[in-house]
């Protein structure tokens, strides 16, 4: 055991509860003696607790901060007392848009901001009691670590896992810089509002996509992940497999608009090839539809239309990506007048051009099947394009299949006012052989037959994208390449890793589509590593994601400038234990942190490829109803409210509010109620420590500590902190009530209060005479026999209405029930002078008396 005790004599008992002076105690106790600070290399039990580290993009931590970080330290504290050696760090995700955007506004370079933000982030930290270890704090933004982020991205690209490519990507005109489609909202930037453009630029990505089954998979997989059911199942939505086909297409440029099969052979030789999930319906697709910028326009486009043709696509080009996706926009597109064949009816079908197709999904074509998809049938019915329907309504009664008295596809030929969407319980029409077949058939059968015909094959499809890292801004770690006219993309040697981020005066991104970092000689131009020619530095940054892809790896070995993660560490240490964090990151950071643990496990860097064994999203907080924001007036700040009332009663107010995976409604009227519960226990503490051990206690008291035990780590455990509160908070009103100071009471109940208020726990501890911290001891047990009560409460009903209640001993039997019932006055005022007719008992709960 640590003693942490300086050599006095036990304060006095009858001090009152002083938050202030007891917090700035053992804030500086715990750093003098090292309280929060593990042994690494030789930890007996070892739980990484880990939570996610904060943007230091303002100008400082709000309540919802707070409320995530008190959680997560909570239960490192409850696992500390569990015997387990806890490693609790902390960091800040100091890189990235968040923080050059902040830095923008104010007017100050972020080299010089973000440190000042960071020193006033660890003062609130340091405030509000975090268990940190603090010797392994670390910024994604000092060299001594982005030097490996960096190495991770050489790594990915000597393993083929990375790569630059040209693609079309949202840009936001006053951010000046690429977003992702979930930072559009109805074609507008997330952040600031203003329409976002479509841009074609040169990107460096990592191949994702390669991992998305193993990424899928695993999410099913206990033994490696136990996460919060909303987190994975928004991980599978974002993956977003598919079972389906990839149809081909034979193209047929100039031919006549007769349907004809041979002529349809003619041509480029090339083909169309889409995927589909419903290959079922490839007879009733009438027409192509291509995105702009698929690279057969031009070859399908016939001179008479090529002007319309880049006319819409010069249209296309202005427009971001999310607002080309929007289902209930007008359709608009062109004909290019080329055609491609029908592979099911041998039929030349029209190609045409639309910006509601995009590239990025699928193969950037499209069979359009009108009379089954409500955009199709939108494009058609204003294009004057043919509708044929060929999936009906399957018969009653028949479980699927057609009623042999009933013609086959009825309801095929029903006016097409609208598209038959109900299509996966209707069977094939106007299908030549599918004829009748139930949709699910259908599917497995046309695209065996089309396999067989060399038209097709069925394949699975995600929707999940290759991770674009770039970032044509000023603020992240430059992606380690140097161009050379001779040797194309160079990566720089490991071992002039880090490329320092230089500080520049004109950090700010213009409108050129190119990083600040170009505009600076002196750092763009250098040597070429392999030929000694002047070469050229990449300017762009890297993704802010991938600074977080890694950080709980580093944590550990904060120390080794030679290394990124220690190999005897991260096999002691990780998979992390426990990760809290908000749901807002369900997708991107966790999904990209889970990718790149992958590559690294591939690659033979990390002996497992899941980086958290369990994860739970925390809830958010509201004030008085009404979501926090600057212009409501309503924010939180928490620096406030901890010199009021002292972080512990703001950490308990915290963790009070309602179910921590849920979040709750914060009002200043309910932060006293945290307060005076702690001042009893003050009171109750200081008589103990009066009184000793010894006192008699009455066995319902003994039952109800054993109950309240039991509640408590439960509700730890199980992340529903207020009820392990409300425990608490029963607990002391029934020790209160039976006038109980028992010392050996009192030192259990410090030590299950110590988790959410660890001052208030560690004074009281040292007032009861230990030397050693609180965290030293070990949770209390609780003996089962001592939860069930002996004695419970019997309801008493008399013709059906409740008149009172009974205490009678568990299980007793109905004559006893019915004695004790008979006996109480509030039933006999019921029953006096009529007779008792019938007596209806439900065991240990209620006695329904009929009189008559």
Same mark, same amino acid.
């Given at each position: ?131 940190? &270890?603090? @010797?392994? =704090?670390?910024?994604? /933004? ?7 982020? $960096? #190495?991770? !991205? ?31 909202? &109805?074609? @507008?930037? =997330?952040?600031?509002? /203003? ?7 040169? $990107? #460096?990505? !990592? ?33 977003? @497999?598919? =079972? ?609």
């Amino acid at each position: 055991m640590t003693d942490i005790s300086k050599p006095t004599a036990i304060p006095s008992t009858d001090e009152a509860y002083h938050p202030d002076a007891v917090e700035a105690k053992w804030q500086a106790r715990w750093a003098e003696r090292h309280i929060n600070e593990p042994d690494l290399d030789h930890p007996a039990r070892p739980f990484y607790n880990l939570m996610m580290f904060p943007y230091p993009s303002a100008e400082g931590l709000h309540v919802g901060n707070m409320f995530a970080f008190t959680g997560a330290d909570l239960y490192g504290r409850f696992k500390r007392l569990q015997g387990y050696d806890v490693f609790e760090p902390i960091g800040y995700d100091a890189f990235g848009i968040h923080s050059e955007n902040y830095a923008i506004k104010l007017g100050i370079n972020p080299a010089i901001l973000i440190p000042r933000n960071i020193e006033n982030f660890r003062r609130q930290l340091k405030r509000i009691g975090g268990m940190f &270890d603090w @010797r392994h =704090e670390l910024s994604t /933004t000092d060299p001594r670590y982005y030097k490996w982020t $960096q #190495w991770i !991205f050489l790594q990915l690209l000597k393993a083929g896992k990375a790569y630059k490519k040209t693609a079309a990507v949202n840009w936001c005109p006053k951010d000046k810089t690429v977003l992702a489609n979930e930072q559009v909202i &109805d074609g @507008r930037c =997330e952040r600031c509002g /203003t329409v976002v453009e479509q841009r074609t630029l040169e $990107q #460096w990505f !990592f191949r994702i996509t390669e991992y998305a089954d193993r990424l899928l998979a695993d999410l099913d997989d206990q033994s490696k992940m136990d996460w919060s059911d909303s987190t994975t199942t928004a991980q599978r939505n974002w993956l977003g @497999r598919s =079972e389906g086909a990839e149809l081909e297409f034979p193209l047929s440029v100039g031919a006549e608009t007769a349907p004809s099969a041979a002529r349809g052979q003619r041509g480029s030789g090339s083909v169309l090839k889409v995927y589909t999930t419903r290959a079922d319906t490839v007879f009733g697709a009438t027409f192509m539809v291509l995105a702009p910028e698929h690279p057969l326009v031009d070859a399908l486009t016939t001179p008479e239309q090529r002007a319309e043709v880049e006319a819409y696509r010069r249209a296309a080009a202005s427009k971001d990506l999310v607002s080309r996706k929007v289902g209930d926009r007008e359709k608009t597109g062109v004909f290019t007048g080329g055609h491609a064949v029908n592979p099911a009816t041998g039929r030349e079908i029209p190609v045409w051009v639309a910006d509601y197709v995009l590239m990025e999904y699928g193969t950037g074509a499209i069979m359009a099947v009108p009379g089954h998809d409500e955009r199709d049938f939108e494009f058609a019915r204003k294009f004057g394009l043919p509708i044929v329907r060929v999936v009906a309504e399957a018969p009653a009664g028949a479980e699927g299949h057609p009623d042999p008295e009933r013609r086959e596809g009825e309801g095929a030929d029903a006016p097409l006012d609208a598209p038959y969407t109900d299509n996966e319980s209707g069977i094939l029409a106007n299908s030549a052989r599918f004829d009748g077949l139930p949709v699910p058939e259908a599917k497995r059968a046309v695209t065996a037959w089309l396999e067989s015909k060399g038209a097709g094959k069925g394949v699975v499809r995600y929707r999940l994208h290759d991770w674009c890292i770039s970032r044509q801004r000023y603020w992240g770690p430059p992606i380690p390449i140097i161009y050379c006219d001779d040797h194309g993309a160079v990566p720089v040697p490991e071992k002039d890793l880090p490329v320092e981020l230089p500080l520049i005066e004109d950090f700010a991104p213009d409108d050129s589509g190119i990083s600040p970092l170009a505009r600076h000689e002196e750092w763009y131009y250098v040597p070429c590593p392999v030929c000694g020619k002047r070469g050229r530095r990449e300017t762009d940054v890297s993704d802010t994601f991938l600074d977080s892809a890694w950080y709980h790896l580093r944590y550990p070995s904060t120390e080794f400038d030679d290394r990124p993660f220690d190999p005897a560490r991260t096999r002691t240490w990780l998979p992390v234990h426990s990760y809290i964090g908000g749901n807002e990151h369900a997708v991107l950071h966790l999904l990209y942190a889970r990718f790149i643990t992958m590559v690294l496990h591939d690659l033979g860097h990390l002996p497992f490829d899941e980086p958290y064994r369990k994860f739970r999203a925390h809830g958010l907080i509201v004030k008085d109803g009404a979501k926090m924001s600057k212009s409501r007036g309503n924010v939180v700040v928490p620096d406030e409210y901890i010199a009021r009332w002292g972080a512990d009663t703001f950490r308990m107010y915290l963790m009070f509010l309602g179910p921590f995976q849920e979040g709750g409604d914060f009002q200043d009227s309910g932060i006293s109620g945290p307060r005076r519960f702690l001042d009893k226990v003050w009171s109750f503490v200081n008589e103990a420590c009066r009184e000793g051990e010894g006192q008699e206690v009455h066995h319902g008291v003994i039952v109800k500590l054993n109950q309240t035990k039991k509640r408590v780590t439960e509700g730890l455990e199980a992340l529903r902190y207020n009820t392990s509160i409300a425990a608490l908070m029963e607990l002391v009103n029934a020790l209160r009530a039976e006038n109980v100071c028992d010392k050996g009471i009192a030192e259990e109940l410090v030590v299950m209060l110590a988790p959410f208020v660890p001052h208030f726990a560690e004074e009281c501890w040292e007032r009861m005479g230990h030397r050693e911290s609180v965290f030293e001891a070990r949770w209390p047990a609780w003996d089962e026999e001592l939860v069930v009560e002996d004695r419970i409460e019997v309801v008493v009903q008399v013709n059906g209405k409740t008149r009172s209640k009974v205490q009678v001993a568990r299980d007793a039997d109905e004559e006893t029930v019915v004695a004790a019932a008979m006996r109480d006055v509030g039933v006999q005022r019921f029953v006096e002078q009529k007779t008792v007719r019938k007596r209806i008992y439900v065991a240990n709960r209620l006695l329904n008396l009929v009189v008559g």
